[in-house]
């Protein structure tokens, strides 16, 4: 999974609320905020939320994991727990990095 931030053009409904649109190649998946992640909400998301159920739903978790280098806020985003919880690992033994934690979001597939 290759995600990218994208800048939104001034014709975008959510131009000026958020900072950036975050894709799976040409797949938005979410929002970026100053504040974190928002999901993506359209009339056409919104409309088949209303008819499905959230069992129905298909959807995976996306991993961000925040920290602090040297006291500069940085972010990571992972689709697997296993790559996620070995970048904790070798993270952990840095004695630069700090304040690391982890926030589970859920991307529909």
Known sequence: ??????????????YGKVDF??????TPICY??????LPLESSNSASSAVNTTATEV???PLYVLSFKV?????EMT????????KRI??????????DMKTTVYKTIV
């Open 70 to 74: 040297n006291g500069e806020a940085e």
């Open 32 to 37: 970026k905020t100053k504040a974190g992640y």
């Open 21 to 26: 649109l975050v894709a799976d190649g040409t």
């Open 89 to 98: 690992a070798l993270f952990s033994a840095k004695a630069f990095i700090t």
């Open 1 to 14: 999974m290759q995600l990218t931030y994208q800048k939104l053009g001034q014709d975008h409904p959510m």
């Open 78 to 85: 992972f689709s697997s727990k296993k790559k996620l919880d």
């Open 58 to 60: 298909d959807s995976k």
